[in-house]
């Protein structure tokens, strides 16, 4: 069973975060995209999203009393 875990979870948000800032500036070929806030801000928001899709899943996902 999953149980949402606040620190592990914005660990993994601001890794996703990271890693889609990276991603982007590679696939542009454009590395000041690194210090650009649009990218940060989107990649932030992304990692968000993905954050709060776990919470949601650890809320869907738990057992109910009846089974």
Do not use: C, I, N
Not at 41 to 66: E, I, M, N
């Amino acid at each position: 069973m999953y149980r949402f875990k606040g620190f592990e979870e914005a660990g993994w948000a601001a890794g996703v975060a990271g890693a889609l800032v990276v991603l982007q500036a590679l696939a542009e070929l454009d590395f000041a995209a690194v210090t650009s806030w649009e990218v940060w801000l989107v990649a932030l928001l992304g990692a968000s999203v993905r954050a709060a899709a776990g919470a949601v899943l650890a809320h869907v996902g738990r057992p109910t009393p009846h089974g």
